[in-house]
């Protein structure tokens, strides 16, 4: 129940497209959700994230859409660029009584941007 | 600059030996993780800890110990018992529990079983 299950495990996308990749969750005490990108031989960075009582949020060219109702979210690249080719984890985050706190990823989407 | 320091970035273990990998913070976050990256399998819990002198178990923690006897370091302790630690392994920080509070990684260490 604490499995985040993200889709697709690859894409390929077209210069200039839209990269969307999605997520499905089942715990509804999931409080949080980031997205992370990872460049090869390096950890992963915060690229954006939501709480759950927003149905959208945006930064620049890339969107979280989230459907609280379906325990599905995605996140969506506009005008993809090269640069954004790498690996995307969305994540979601448990506080436990006390204060702790654990992120359960998804199993990860490399995205290739073809030029 | 503040961020997280794993080393070595590259670590080669003979079957049967214990490794350790080295993860310091200077952003004085309270909060300390260890992740295991797999192809495939996203990145799984090994151990965290909330507090000086206090951690707890993740997901995967069987086959791997840690300390935490300073606030800016969480050393890993790969053990023989651990039977396929071939991996990329990362160490994150949190400034605090909460949602909201977003991990900060650093650069992981690959290592390799010879």
């Known amino acids: 129940q604490q499995q985040v299950k993200q889709s697709p495990q690859s894409l390929i996308v077209q210069k200039g497209g839209i990269s969307i990749i999605n997520c499905a969750y089942e715990?509804?005490?999931?409080?949080?959700f980031p997205w992370y990108q990872q460049f090869p031989g390096k950890g992963p960075a915060l690229l954006i994230a939501i709480r759950p009582d927003v149905s959208e949020k945006k930064e620049g060219r890339f969107t979280i859409s989230f459907n609280k109702s379906a325990k599905q979210f995605s996140l969506h690249i506009m005008d993809s660029q090269p640069g954004d080719s790498a690996t995307y984890f969305c994540?979601?985050?448990?506080?436990?009584?006390?204060?702790?706190?654990?992120?359960?990823f998804g199993q990860g989407t490399r995205l290739t941007i073809n030029p | 600059d503040g961020g997280i320091t794993q080393s070595p970035k590259y670590l080669f273990r003979k079957e049967g030996q214990n490794v350790t990998l080295s993860c310091e913070q200077n952003l004085n976050h309270d909060a300390m993780y260890w992740y295991r990256q797999d192809p495939g399998q996203g990145l799984r819990l090994i151990y965290y800890s909330q507090i000086v002198n206090d951690f707890q178990k993740g997901d995967i923690a069987e086959g791997y110990s840690v300390s935490r006897e300073k606030k800016e370091s969480f050393p890993l302790t790969v053990t023989s018992a651990q039977k396929n630690p071939t991996a990329f392994y990362l160490c994150?920080?949190?400034?605090?529990?909460?949602?909201?509070?977003?991990?900060?990684f650093g650069s992981g260490t690959r290592l390799t079983v010879v």
């Open positions: 994540a979601a985050s448990i506080t436990f009584r006390g204060g702790a706190q654990k992120l359960v």
């Open positions: 715990n509804t005490a999931f409080d949080y």
């Open positions: 994150a920080s949190s400034s605090k529990p909460g949602p909201g509070n977003g991990y900060t």
